[in-house]
């Protein structure tokens, strides 16, 4: 199996610069946020910060100056304050992400830390609940959320994709661990290649018989491991083999993984005796799902 990621070939000034050009030229609005290019680049916002010295400085020396934001820096305590609480009635949540926020209120995180130093003490200001997302996983944790949201996309998420649902593990959580988002999808795909190749079915009792050996198959465990369902679901292009659905094209999609034949009959856990179906297609087979 080969897996590609989607990242810039050179990470230059140059090469920065131009990606930032591409996606302001696919943005409409008069200003151009951070939010904005982290969803649509192959780069997340804080790498031209970090090379540019900001994210104005990035627009600058791209030439776009005149699309920087920079309306919401007058904004006051109780301004902010007003803005939160306002998007989480809006969102109807007692529990804001910082990019829900961003998105949502039309400004960025920058003044918000500027007046209250974190994300953190602005909710607790505006007495609002805090997002579980920080909250310590296992890397089986973190790899089993990139499989979720890589079978909701059906492509690799992108940085900014995992603070929102379906996704339960928040992007902080993998650059924390990895060092850099690029890395931690790396460290996913090298977690799947690193598996032993999906086996094919194991010889019928017939043909053991046949070759003087007439022992039952090993069937293997009802459980599908990680890669094994990464497998199925790409083979079947993240898509209900039975009717073609896909939770990248319609919300509220939701795929399995199914036995063929029955695992509870001798159906055994390996790649030609599993198929993706969506869960309607699943539940009307008669069946119980894998």
């Known amino acids: 199996m080969h897996f590609e990621l989607e990242h810039l070939d050179s990470y230059d000034d140059s090469s920065l610069l131009d990606e930032l050009r591409r ?3 696919l943005v409409h609005t008069q200003k151009l946020t ?3 290019f982290t969803g649509l680049a192959k780069v997340h916002s804080s790498t031209l910060e970090k090379r540019f010295g900001s994210w104005k400085g990035a627009l600058e020396a791209a030439g776009l100056g005149n699309r920087f934001d920079d309306a919401s820096f007058g904004k006051d305590r109780e301004d902010l304050l007003q803005m939160i609480k306002g998007t989480a009635e809006k969102l109807q949540k007692s529990v804001l992400t910082l990019q829900e926020f961003e998105a949502h209120s039309g400004i960025t995180g920058a003044p918000v830390r500027r007046v209250f130093g974190s994300w953190k003490a602005a909710l607790i200001a505006a007495e609002l609940g805090q997002s579980s997302l920080g909250k310590r996983y296992t890397d089986e944790d973190c790899f089993e959320n990139l ?9 690799p998420p992108k940085h900014n994709e995992m603070n929102h649902a379906p996704s339960a593990v928040g992007s902080k959580a993998y650059v924390l661990r990895w060092g850099t988002w690029r890395k931690a999808l790396a460290a996913f795909v090298q977690r799947i290649e690193s598996d032993p190749a999906p086996p094919e079915s194991p010889p019928s009792p017939l043909e053991q018989q046949a070759n003087g050996n ?4 090993d069937l293997g465990s009802r459980d599908i491991p990680l890669s094994l369902r990464y497998y199925v679901l790409r083979r079947d292009s993240f898509r209900c083999v039975a009717c073609g659905a896909s939770p990248a094209i319609t919300a509220g999609i939701v ?3 199914d036995h063929i034949h029955p695992w509870a009959r001798g159906g055994p856990t390996v790649a030609d005796n599993l198929r993706t179906l969506c869960l309607s297609c699943n539940l ?3 069946v119980s799902p894998a």
């Open 255 to 257: 795929l399995h993984i």
């Open 214 to 217: 007439p022992v039952l198959p």
């Open 147 to 155: 499989l979720v949201l890589w079978t909701h996309y059906g492509r």
């Open 284 to 286: 009307g087979k008669g």
């Open 23 to 25: 996606v302001a030229s």
């Open 34 to 36: 951070r939010t904005q």
